[in-house]
């Protein structure tokens, strides 16, 4: 079991370096339409800068302003998972304290549905003050993405192409809402056809896979998942917006699985 490796350049200081649209990709006439907040996790901004840049360019060609937020800290989801609730409330607290200050109702879109869970779910549970207002706010990226073409289908180009698309959905996310969702979000792209996999969890679960003592049954858990994967055939392709699912399925298969925002950012006319 390999750990993903540091990226050169980290996506918030290349976020930073970029001028006017990020992308280059905004309508003219769609310019201003709203401001989000994206919340750069920890995987995105150090592992995988590449999938907080695709979620940019998705963002900004639907007409959105992006900003990141500044001075956050760790979701906290790490120590929540190990039963470090003091130190997962503490961190909890700086990030609901420092949205707050913010002084607006920008929406705060997450990329990681266990971080997006730490905001809408447990820090209600930890009773840090003042955080409901902040999960009000908050959204799964690719449920805001869809519930915004769902008001709005002529908001961006996206190419014809034909193409397969499985998708396996993110613990956190099915128990906070229905999945349903993510394969009419990628049907919405021209000639793409999707289809949900009825799986479980992958296995990985955050760190639990990585431990020597829980590999086995990791691998266990992770079966029914892989079976499901390869019964759709080759040349389909795997979608897993959990940092922990992506991980688990490319180290046990030769599927290289993407990010949601990655496919909707390839479609992009």
């Known amino acids: 079991m390999s750990c ?3 990226r050169t350049e980290r996506f918030d200081s290349w976020f930073a370096k970029q001028k006017d649209t990020v992308a280059g990709v905004a309508d003219p006439g769609y310019k201003k339409r709203g401001k989000v907040i994206l919340w750069d996790d920890t ?10 840049k695709a979620a940019v360019k998705v963002l900004e060609a639907l007409g959105l302003e992006v900003s990141l937020a500044r001075r956050r800290k760790c979701c906290g989801r790490p120590a929540f998972s190990q039963g470090n609730l003091d130190a997962a ?19 705060i879109l997450f990329l990681e549905p266990s971080c997006y869970s730490m905001f809408v779910d447990d820090y209600r549970e930890l009773k840090i003050a003042n955080a409901e207002p902040i999960a009000k ?35 956190h996310a099915k128990s906070l809402m ?18 949900l996999l009825d ?27 892989l079976k499901k994967i390869y019964a759709e055939g080759p040349g389909v392709t795997v979608v897993a917006s959990g940092t922990s ?20 950012a390839d479609a992009i006319c």
């Open 89 to 107: 409330a503490k961190l909890g607290a700086h990030n609901i304290n420092l949205l707050n200050r913010t002084g607006d109702d920008r929406p």
């Open 4 to 6: 993903r490796g540091w």
């Open 178 to 195: 229905n999945p349903i969702f993510m394969p009419q979000l990628i049907e919405r792209l021209p000639g793409r056809t999707a289809k």
């Open 137 to 171: 706010r908050s959204f799964l990226f690719e449920k805001f993405v869809n519930d915004l073409l769902d008001r709005e289908p002529h908001r961006a180009c996206f190419d014809h192409r034909p193409e397969s698309v499985a998708i396996h959905a993110h613990c």
């Open 245 to 264: 699912c992506r991980h688990q399925i490319s180290e046990l298969s030769r599927t290289k699985p993407k990010h949601m925002a990655e496919v909707l």
């Open 43 to 52: 995987f995105v901004r150090y592992n995988e800068p590449h999938i907080g």
């Open 199 to 225: 799986t479980g969890c992958c296995g990985m679960a955050g760190a639990f896979g990585m431990m020597e003592s829980k590999r086995q049954l990791s691998l266990q858990v992770a079966a029914l998942m």
